[in-house]
């Protein structure tokens, strides 16, 4: 499994970018996929996810409102659309793909990941 995030730059604060991750190398639609971020110096945390197909979609309480995590099965790719972007969201952004169905928010539950993508948000 290859996951390729993009999307990633630098804006101001209340700007707002779309990540995307494609996935290849397996079936897509059944397995769930998450976003997490780690800023320097800080532990990788959860930012938000959904399960296959969609049908259960968790945000952490940071983002809750601002963000909005999607997918197309057709194209094998998940988006998470960020908007009123703050100086806090500065990170690398990493998407992951879980082998299972379910969604979760823990980064060990997640067994393919992508290579980051940085987001930097200006004051």
């Known amino acids: 499994v290859q996951l390729q995030a993009s999307g990633g730059g630098l804006v101001q604060a209340g700007d707002s970018l779309r990540l995307s991750c494609a996935a290849s190398g397996r079936t897509f639609s059944n397995n769930a996929m998450g976003w997490f971020r780690q800023a320097p110096g800080k532990e990788r945390e959860f930012v938000a996810a959904?399960?296959?197909?969609?049908?259960?979609?968790y945000y952490s309480d940071f983002v809750k409102g601002r963000f909005t995590i999607s997918r197309d099965n057709a194209k094998n790719t998940v988006y998470l659309q960020m908007n009123s972007l703050k100086p806090e969201d500065t990170a690398v952004y990493y998407c992951?793909?879980?082998?299972?169905?379910?969604?979760?928010?823990?980064?060990?539950?997640?067994?393919?990941w992508g290579q980051g993508t940085l987001v930097t948000v200006s004051s």
């Open positions: 959904l399960s296959g197909r969609g049908v259960s979609i």
């Open positions: 992951a793909q879980r082998l299972y169905y379910s969604a979760s928010i823990t980064p060990a539950e997640y067994a393919y």
